[in-house]
């Protein structure tokens, strides 16, 4: 199952502004073919992190304009998406992270649909 993070990320980026060197620096990692093949934003509760995975959402899903400067920030750049909460246990439990991320990819990709099954 596909978990559905539409509310959350219509809530998390309502007035969205600001935080381009977020952007400019996922931009430059997502450029950059020698770079590590994980990006890390890390931050005290309550400093925009979900904000910025929930704008990052909305630029893939062409809802949200990313600034000039970012080329490689462009729709369907996404491959899956998970948003965890302290107050949504669902969210937390290992097991459904995985399902739910392994769906997605394998609704992307079609030869690790495949895998999965095999």
Partial sequence: MILNFDS???????GFVGRSWAF????NW????????FFIIQAEPGSGKS???AQLVQIDRD??????DCP???QDFLAAIHFCSRTDSAHLDPLTFVNSVAMQLAARYPHFGD????
């Fill in 24 to 27: 400019r620096a996922l931009d």
């Fill in 51 to 53: 904000a910025i995975a």
């Fill in 8 to 14: 959350r990320i219509a809530e998390r980026s309502e």
């Fill in 115 to 118: 895998a999965l099954v095999s």
């Fill in 72 to 74: 490689h920030l462009t």
């Fill in 63 to 68: 809802q949200a304009t990313p600034a000039d």
């Fill in 30 to 37: 997502l450029a950059d073919k020698t770079a590590a093949r």
